[in-house]
């Protein structure tokens, strides 16, 4: 257990210090960089916990998606961080408040969970019931008993794509495309001009 | 039950998805919408429709669908109707050379959605259909992005929908924490055993109440409506008012009829409520409207609260009034709004009330339709108005409660005020001064509007002999999650 104690501390020490640093980063690809930190570490956290599957989930999706797309945005979009930061101070008080309110109400919860609440009554849930990884028995259950939802999601997925390129995409009648259909069916003949240029004039284009 | 037999009963789900990815494949090689593109998406939906009618009934996965007789009245209906916005939507953005082949997949897609909010039967399955209907509804209201108020229309639909749909999880997963269950039966049993969680549950089942009454632009959730009926374009507008309004009157008749019938007296009073909100916001903000879409959308406010009276009558009663009124309101908002995409004045759409002066005399057809459409908006018998606000104001004072039957009384009073603004329109189209000619109207939108003018009188007496038993066995069906 002792290796196990010590990882779980590494990692939430990882996690804390990262999400710290988040917010007190002062360039901003610094701060989605530690992020991503801050998310392995908490992958790591569920290894611990036997929940593989929440882990891959959290790289894959949260680091290979989420977190490249706010790098894309950081580094794309010009924001000006600096001018955001203005009015920090003006801001504490009320920020403040609403954040050692939330921090009163986690407490309160986490203290009544642990004394008296759900966690006595039911036991941790088992991450691999009946000896099968939780991986495993998501997808077995993923192609057959929840297939129509499974399927339907992905007709939502489907539907935002076209709808992105909808609203978004423009056929520009100017812009040069290679096609390279095209490019292979010229011939010299298609290719070249030949043009008599008389003395002391230039070729008209 | 196999795993084939499961997708034998959401057989008309898979002809629309199937449809769909063809249609785009399609639409995305060739690049250009031609008749025969119209025609297949047309002719998938109504493929949809037949095979909702003749499929098995069932319960497919473990119950988190439901292949009924309600999901089957729906269904075709909402096919339907979908099928006849394919058409007008695609004359009339390519009248504005703005035809994109995506118009027709998204509607195709949107009524795949509503189709299994019909059919839903558990809340997962409710959610993921609301949220692919919405979605492509979303895309169809800014479908004209180079134009401010679409793109408006556009954007507010979509922030609101977002919130409307936040408050439906929310509740839902109150749902699901206090039963234990996504499932309406589990949720249904659960909810009957009532005990220390009634409060929580209830809880739960207000949230859901206010997230399905956004999507049916129910009062006080109806902010959304004038604004996006205004901004995006007139046959989506047709769309809008007709199929996805029925889809979301489904869901309110799957959550209250199937996850809670036996708490029907803590629902009604919050149903009542926004009823006579609804029917009150729609008559006295609509008088002050001169936008005939604008107009429109308060009309469908004030009709949501009719129907929304017939659901808090609870039970098979209150669902079949509300089936009927839903139908026959869809068959007429189709029609008005296919006769408003008709007419334009040199080239520019002819929508406030102003323009429509002295119709009559101009196109006395669509003048007399949209006469026909008024009247019956208004109830007056024998239009089929009168006939749908028949079945949901009987179903109400039948149900033997003093505050349902005085929310009827009080829901007449509110059609007698709305009624100045239909005999507002009526007079400025009979007995005003000509402002000018108005250009030929689209074939396939006239004719639509026709066909919907004829439903309304005389038809919809014939139709109500089949109408009503259809509705009555698809009340029936309720409850046996």
């Known amino acids: 257990m002792p290796l196990q104690a010590i990882a779980f501390y590494l990692l939430a020490f990882v996690t804390i210090a990262a999400g710290l640093l988040v917010v007190s980063a002062r360039n901003p690809v610094h701060s989605v960089l530690f992020l991503i930190t801050a998310f392995f570490s908490a992958a790591g956290l569920f290894v611990l916990l036997g929940a593989e599957f929440l882990a891959m989930l959290l790289i894959v999706v949260y680091v290979g998606a989420v977190a490249v797309l706010f790098l894309f945005v950081v580094m794309m979009l010009d924001v000006d961080f600096a001018e955001l930061r203005q009015g920090f101070a003006q801001y504490l008080p009320i920020g403040g408040l609403v954040g050692g309110i939330l921090t009163l109400e986690m407490v309160f919860v986490a203290a009544t969970v642990a004394t008296n609440g759900a966690a006595s009554k039911n036991p941790l849930p088992n991450a691999s019931p009946g000896g099968v990884p939780n991986t495993e028995a998501i997808g077995r259950v993923l192609y057959t008993d929840y297939v129509f939802f499974f399927q339907l999601a992905g007709l939502v997925l489907l539907v935002a794509m076209i709808g992105a390129i909808v609203l978004t995409l423009r056929h520009k009648p100017g812009v040069k495309r290679q096609d390279i259909g095209k490019q292979v069916a010229r011939t010299p003949k298609t290719g070249m001009e030949l043009v008599q240029i008389k003395p002391g004039e230039g070729i008209s284009e | ?481």
């Open chain 2, 1 to 481: 039950m196999t795993f084939s037999a499961n997708f034998s009963l959401v057989l008309p789900e898979i002809v629309l998805a199937i449809a769909a990815l063809v249609l785009l494949v399609a639409g995305a090689f060739r690049g250009k919408v031609g008749a025969i593109f119209t025609l297949a998406a047309v002719a998938s939906l109504v493929a949809a429709a037949a095979t909702a009618v003749l499929g098995p009934h069932g319960h497919a996965f473990g119950g988190v669908y439901a292949a009924d007789a309600a999901a089957t009245y729906a269904k075709v209906a909402i096919y339907l109707s979908s099928a006849i916005a394919v058409v007008l939507g695609d004359r009339w953005l390519a009248q504005r050379g703005d035809q994109k082949f995506e118009y027709a997949v998204l509607v195709v897609l949107a009524a795949l959605g509503m189709g299994v909010t019909a059919s839903a039967g558990d809340l997962i399955s409710l959610y993921v259909g609301v949220e692919l209907q919405s979605l492509a509804l979303y895309v169809l209201a800014a479908m004209r992005r180079d134009d401010a108020k679409s793109s408006e229309a556009g954007l507010k639909y979509f922030v609101l929908g977002a919130l409307s749909s936040g408050l439906l999880l929310y509740g839902s997963s109150l749902i699901y924490g206090f039963t234990g269950s996504t499932h309406f039966s589990q949720i249904a049993l659960a909810a009957a055993h009532g005990g220390s969680h009634g409060v929580g549950l209830l809880f739960g089942l207000v949230f859901l109440i206010c997230g399905l009454a956004f999507k049916v632009s129910a009062a006080p959730f109806h902010m959304w409506t004038p604004d996006v009926y205004e901004g995006a374009p007139t046959p989506v507008v047709g769309f809008f008012a007709a199929a996805p309004k029925l889809a979301a009157m489904m869901m309110f008749a799957r959550v209250l009829g199937d996850a809670f019938p036996g708490s029907v007296d803590q629902w009604r009073q919050i149903l009542v409520i926004a009823a006579l909100l609804s029917v009150f916001v729609g008559a006295f903000a609509g008088l002050a409207q001169t936008n005939l879409k604008r107009l429109w959308a308060y009309s469908s406010i004030a009709n949501v609260g009719y129907a929304l009276l017939g659901v808090a009558a609870g039970g098979e009663v209150g669902l079949h009034s509300m089936l009927v009124f839903m139908v026959l309101y869809m068959v007429d908002v189709t029609g008005f709004f296919a006769c408003l995409q008709a007419l334009n004045r040199d080239g520019r759409p002819m929508e406030t009330i102003e323009d429509m002066a002295g119709l009559i005399k101009e196109r006395p057809g669509i003048a007399l339709a949209m006469t026909a459409f008024s009247l019956s908006a208004l109830g007056l018998p024998p239009f089929s108005g009168f006939w749908s606000k028949y079945y949901v104001f009987k179903a109400a004072l039948g149900t033997g409660d003093v505050m349902l039957q005085w929310a009827a009384v009080l829901g007449l009073v509110g059609s007698v005020v709305a009624a100045f603004y239909y005999l507002r329109l009526i007079k400025s189209m009979w007995f005003d001064a000509p402002a000018g000619s108005v250009d030929a109207p689209s074939p396939s939108a006239r004719a639509v509007g026709y066909a919907a003018a004829f439903f309304s009188f005389p038809i919809v007496l014939v139709a109500l002999v089949w109408l009503d038993p259809a509705a009555k066995a698809a009340a029936a069906a309720f409850g046996h999650a």
